[in-house]
């Protein structure tokens, strides 16, 4: 009741103040900030359909009244500026991508929408569009001869308060179980967000506390994190896509860390991590077992991590999804961690470890993009462990409705933990192959892809577009593998089909519906497959 008093309270200061201001066309009218301060803030939340629409029928107004609004306040809680304070158009425009990050969001518009020549303040407008939250789960998908399905709900805005809660029953061809999540992202208006989740599965019982205070924003001086989670499953170890043994993993893992930035003056942003993580793994043979399954390990560690962004962000388009918006960074990222394997915490043996990634994307011009990341993995074991990764992808706009998509995947591993091999075959893997159909400590992945986006939709339900491609891949095995079993042969397959983007979903799931073929001689993979899976890209 306070809540609502206070908001009709804000509506009515916020209409006279207007009525007072001049209305503004957009975020770039001043040509300098300094002086200015934000006089109002309002808000135009809209429901899941626009009912204006001349295609609109009974099943979106059926929507709409069955769905609870995001509630003002949840938004008013993710902003980054108040009333009161000084104008940052960096502020609104970190405050729309930290909105449209949200699940129950799919846009998010934050502007100046008057500006108030007496005072020198402005009026900021919040604009948001929610996604529809409560989903029931009926999936099936069928891919290289292996099928999935689950069933149950999945609230992603629990009576509007942004809260995602679930229960789910899912079956694949490795384990059926019940899953239930509870997740918060924004606990008492103090960006904290917290996770509780349990699952019970046919190869063990599963279980994920957390709370977390992360850097929820650029500017943000520290940020703090407890996690504790456990994970019990059946790994299987396969050969041309086919199961030759299992064993069980039970994964114990714990963790406590803590953030800081460094000089709050500087435009770029340098931040420091202190961590101390307990992760306890062990081995158990299962009613699979055919051979020998891998030593226990407990990796145990203290780590420090240093952190720098460029901060340059971009809304683009038709990148890794279509109609929708999507934020880049176009400055350089750097991670890089030192850490070190504790016996005094549980780990095995005392041993150092680092790691270094880096994230950078590249307009090279109007339309074409290049998206680029290099991480490093060293452990220093008796025998040294380590992983160098690299993802490139080129993207050329031909024009609004066409694209032509390149992405090139390289790893090469030395003594990688034998339940943790590098796999090509199945989703976004070399796409005409079965699920783990080659694995070994080094692989090379290219594909390319044209896709055609389209005006069409599904009842508004479903935006539809088409894609064609070509994939082509190769795994090395390890010296100790045994390459006259394995197939180590360099693997081609091409594949053509629809893109099914449920656009009004908090979910963003895109449905991919395939005719895919692999070129080998492998009999059992000669002819046309049909392929249907559900990811979150294109």
């Known amino acids: 009741m306070k809540r609502l008093v206070s908001t009709a309270v804000m509506l009515l200061f916020a209409q006279q103040v207007a009525a007072d201001c001049q209305a503004v066309a957009d975020n770039h009218f001043l040509v300098d900030e300094q002086g200015i301060t934000i006089e109002a803030i309002t808000y135009n939340s809209h429901n899941v359909f626009d009912l204006k629409d001349e295609s609109t029928f009974w099943l979106h107004r059926f929507a709409n009244y069955t769905h609870k609004v995001t509630r003002e306040g949840v938004v008013e809680d993710d902003l980054l500026f108040h009333t009161g304070t000084p104008l940052v158009r960096a502020d609104l425009a970190e405050t729309e991508r930290l909105l449209r990050s949200r699940r129950y969001i799919r846009e998010a518009e934050v502007r100046i929408s008057h500006y108030c020549a007496a005072s020198n303040s402005v009026i900021v407008n919040v604009a948001t569009w929610d996604n529809w939250s409560l989903l029931p789960t009926i999936d099936f998908s069928s891919e290289g001869g292996r099928s999935k399905s689950a069933l149950g709900f999945e609230e992603d805005n629990l009576l509007g308060s942004g809260n995602r809660l679930s229960l789910e029953y899912k079956r694949d061809s490795e384990r059926t179980g019940v899953n239930f999540v509870f997740f918060s992202p924004n606990m008492f208006s103090s960006f904290w967000n917290s996770t509780a989740a349990y699952s019970k599965n046919s190869d063990g019982n599963n279980y994920q506390l957390s709370l977390n205070r992360p850097f929820y924003r650029l500017s943000s001086p520290w940020a703090l994190g407890f996690d504790v989670d456990r994970v019990s499953e059946d790994v299987t170890e396969y050969d041309a896509g086919e199961e ?99 016996k005094g915490l549980g780990a095995d043996r005392d041993a150092l470890f680092w790691q270094i990634s880096t994230n950078k994307n590249w307009q090279l011009s109007p339309d074409l993009y290049l998206l680029a990341d290099l991480s490093w993995l060293q452990r220093q074991f008796d025998q040294p462990q380590y992983l160098l990764s690299t993802h490139w992808k080129l993207v050329k706009h031909l024009n609004e409705y066409n694209s032509i998509v390149a992405k090139l995947t390289l790893d090469k591993g030395k003594n990688l933990f034998r339940d943790e091999p590098l796999y090509i075959g199945g989703d976004e893997q070399l796409r005409a192959y079965p699920n783990y159909f080659q694995s070994g400590e080094s692989r090379a992945m290219l594909s390319a892809e044209y896709r055609r986006y389209t005006d069409w939709s599904l009842w508004q339900l479903l935006d539809v577009a088409f894609a064609g491609y070509i994939d082509a891949g190769k795994v090395w095995q390890s010296d100790e593998q045994d390459t006259n079993t394995l197939d180590s042969s360099t693997l081609v397959g091409i594949g053509a089909g629809i893109r099914l983007l449920s656009n009004h979903s908090s979910r963003g799931t895109m449905i991919h519906l395939d005719l895919t073929r692999a070129l080998t001689d492998n009999d059992n993979l000669s002819g046309v497959e049909v392929r249907i899976t559900a990811t979150k890209s294109f």
């Open 244 to 342: 030759y043994n299992s064993f069980q993993r039970q994964r114990n893992h714990a963790k406590a860390e803590f953030g800081y930035r460094l000089d709050t003056n500087s435009h770029n942003i340098h931040r420091l991590k202190l961590a101390v993580e307990s992760e306890n793994v062990k081995f158990f043979a299962n009613a699979e077992t055919m051979l020998d399954f891998p030593e226990n390990r407990n990796l145990s560690s203290v780590w420090l991590e240093y952190e720098g962004i460029q901060a340059n962000y971009r809304k683009l388009f038709n990148i890794n999804s279509f109609n929708r918006t999507e934020d880049f960074n176009f400055g350089w990222q750097l991670n890089a961690r030192l850490g070190t394997y504790n």
